[in-house]
């Protein structure tokens, strides 16, 4: 049986029983950890699920931050010093990554609170997570500020770190080889397993399913 | 062993392998069929990996459309109209959803082209997808230029259609439950398998795993 939910039902929901429901509309996403510093060298780690490719040539990547939520010192040491990393959350650090959405205080860094290591690579100011396999590092674009008082972020791709076997021949990364997860609602944590990947599709032609 | 690639690199890449790359590196994506139609009643599908959860209260969603693909058919619809819908891609439409970023005509619609069928809700201008199990329909709020030439459409949620077993009581979407895949690089499909749902970070407390 399908439930038909009106706007006029949402606006009614219970707001918790909202929140959960409409963050999980948009489907599986991506669950990154953003790294940044300040100025003072104190260091900042928060939990993203919406993170997106934004072009490849550029190479750029956006990310959203709502009103009052978390990440907003993620945020603020952007806008101060430019640089932030993107850090896939693999299984291994599914729980350290989702306790970052605790509220600690600027004083106090994540990497310290959630266990999970902070490292820096030369030329490049932001940290990044030690325990990610897959790391992207960025500066600041362009942010900008949307109607709901939610902020794009979006950032230029400076580097990428990432383990030999999970690129393939073409430019593919094999994201199951780095164990990446992915979210679904606000809290949900699910692996994946590989279905196929599909030829580029042209009018007319039938789909292949591409081999490794 | 880890690679390190530079900027200057990705620069070098050549095209086709920078897209697979550049692609992949926001981690596991959602896979959602965007349904219009255009004044004259022409309708338009296209799958689209960029959606993602803008708030809740309002209750909006976002996605990109990127200069020169496949969905620009899409934003024209959505400017004249204001109408579109969102559709979980499921297991069982992976080759068709694929298929709909063959380069149509504006006069073809992806829906008869790749197998689809197209279904209308009363009072709502744009077409669903009947074989999706989770379908969003909305409304434009915001269309916003981003420096790269992408665009990033906003709409406010109107209805949802969703299987009445997949909602769960605290307001999360089961998406196992409706089938919804993923997606990966620009073409590799994948299923999900949960590892846990977890509790409400706060400082100082350990984490629970949530159970059903």
Chains 1, 2 share one sequence.
Not at 81 to 110: C, G, L, P
């Amino acid at each position: 049986m399908d439930l038909k939910i009106k706007i006029e039902e949402i606006v009614e929901m219970e707001s918790r029983f909202r929140v959960h429901f409409v963050n999980s509309l948009s489907g599986f996403k991506s669950a990154n950890l953003i790294g940044t510093v300040d100025g003072k060298g104190r260091e900042n780690l928060s939990m993203i699920s919406s993170c997106f490719h934004l072009g490849a040539d550029p190479a750029l990547m956006g990310f959203i931050v709502r009103p009052h939520s978390v990440p907003r010192h993620t945020l603020e040491n952007i806008l101060e010093t430019e640089y932030f990393s993107i850090n896939h959350v693999n299984k291994d650090i599914i729980k350290n990554a989702h306790q970052t959405s605790a509220r600690y205080d600027k004083e106090e860094s994540e990497f310290f609170h959630c266990n999970l290591a902070s490292i820096y690579e030369e030329g490049f100011k932001a940290p990044f997570v030690k325990e990610s396999k897959v790391k992207i590092g960025l500066r600041k674009d362009e942010v900008l500020k949307l109607k709901n008082n939610t902020e794009l972020v979006i950032g230029k791709i400076e580097l990428v770190i990432l383990p030999e076997n999970c690129l393939k021949k073409d430019g593919f990364i094999d994201l199951e080889k780095s164990d990446t997860i992915c979210v679904s609602g606000l809290d949900s944590y699910h692996g994946t397993n590989k279905i196929f990947r599909l030829s580029y599709a042209k009018k007319g032609e039938d789909l292949k399913e591409l081999k490794d």
